[in-house]
T-cell receptor
């Protein structure tokens, strides 16, 4: 699995956009980039994934660098409920070997 | 759908005791997983299953056993509990035919071994 580097923590204000970076310089050509988040005392939940093109869904946007060695998860208007640990996970998918979670980024939202 | 359910939510075990953590999903997913999460760390894969009757070891299987007799259930067994097994345990499932797979996680079981 590709090694990832994420900031340990980030802080943002409510109702402002948040950009969460992830470096994955050893990513393989077939790896999708997945983002999960974990709210306090809960199991992880899927946020978004992508391969090469930028992706949008109701929760967030994912911007992927042209060389695919980094990506950025964008929360367009953070709410207090977005306070969580965010994990960036490159994975080829379709396999049975689970996901490799690093320590992620602890996102703190100030009211 | 209830999704992925886990019981119990909390448990305290004495060293050497045994217990089974239950996991059930009602989404007809073939793939199921057990992870553990130590404080301040990410999740580590213990065991996984690609379907009924098929299980395999993940990154940290020592001290655990699993079985998969039905599509819905994937229990995790601790035979001789040790303090190193104090952790939060998460069960997850995913559809078989997703090339990219979204894993659905249960709420977790917080286990303390003293």
């Amino acid at each position: 699995d590709a090694k990832t580097t994420q900031p340990n923590s980030m802080e943002s204000n409510e109702e402002e956009p948040v950009h969460l970076p992830c470096n994955h310089s050893t990513i393989s050509g077939t790896d999708y980039i997945h983002w999960y988040r974990q709210l306090p005392s809960q199991g992880p939940e899927y946020v978004i994934h992508g391969l090469t093109s930028n992706v949008n869904n109701r929760m967030a946007s994912l911007a992927i660098a042209e060389d695919r060695k980094s990506s950025t998860l964008i929360l367009h208007r953070a709410t207090l409920r977005d306070a969580a640990v965010y994990y960036c996970i490159p994975s080829s998918g379709g396999g049975a070997d689970g996901l490799t979670f690093g320590k992620g980024t602890h996102l703190i939202i100030q009211p | 759908n209830a999704g992925v359910t886990q019981t119990p939510k909390f448990r305290i075990l004495k060293i050497g005791q045994s217990m089974t953590l239950q996991c059930t999903q009602d989404m007809n997913h073939n793939y199921m997983y057990w992870y553990r999460q130590d404080p301040g760390m990410g999740l580590k894969l213990i065991y996984y299953s690609v379907g009924a009757g098929i299980t395999d070891k993940g990154e940290v299987p020592n001290g655990y056993n699993v079985s998969r007799s039905t599509t819905e259930d994937f229990p995790l067994r601790l035979e001789l509990a040790a303090p190193s097994q104090t952790s939060v345990y998460f069960c997850a499932s995913t559809p078989r035919d997703s090339y990219y797979y979204e894993q659905y996680f249960g709420p977790g079981t917080r286990l303390t071994v003293t």
